[in-house]
């Protein structure tokens, strides 16, 4: 199983870029990038996936290297309410089963 | 709206008492799933069932029992087996396993004393 490694905290300005890295070296070819958010005692809530190609959407952008190994989802204009811990998963296969495992991720503080 | 449904939110047992969290969802997804976290820790599998009448042990089932009778309904029962019950349990449903983002709901808060 391809796992994630993350830095377990980081700071960002209110009104900056939040750029959240993630290291997954041992991914395999059919496996997606998923990223999540947790803000404090809520269920985590989804943001944005990729297999490849960058992706963005209304939250947040998703850059996946060239080589797979590495990403960097950004929060263009983080807000206070942008607080939270940040899960960066691989997605598992195994048969015709798939289950998203879940590390500690990074507490993202966004301050004034 | 459509959604995921955890209750009760808040939970106080007895040890060696059995307690059942109830997970309801109208998404009309197939795949559900349940989860435990810890203090400062990440989310950790317990079950997850991709259709009606199926389900498999994740990475920490020993302790817990599921049912899936219904499509909508995944209910996990806390034995007095499982020797550290006391977390935030979260469950969370899919469109298809393997497929599609999870959707999850605002979790339930068990406290074993």
Known sequence: DAKT?????????????????????????????YWYRQIHSQGPQYIIHGLKNNE??????????????SSTLILPHATLRDTAVYYCIVRVRTGTASKLTFGTGTRLQVTL | DGGIT???????????QNVTLSCEQNLNHDA??????????GLRLI????IVNDFQKGDIAEGYSVSREKKESFPLTVTSAQKNPTAFYLCASSIGQGRGELFFGEGSRLTVL
């Open chain 2, 32 to 41: 559900m799933y349940w989860y435990r976290q810890d203090p400062g820790q």
């Open chain 1, 56 to 69: 963005t959407n209304e939250m947040a952008s998703l850059i996946i290297t060239e080589d797979r190994k």
């Open chain 2, 6 to 16: 955890q209750s009760p939110k808040y939970l106080f047992r007895k040890e060696g």
């Open chain 1, 5 to 33: 490694t993350q830095p377990p905290s980081m700071d960002c300005a209110e009104g900056r870029a939040a750029n959240l890295p993630c290291n997954h070296s041992t991914i395999s070819g059919n496996e997606y990038v």
């Open chain 2, 47 to 50: 079950y997850y069932s991709q």
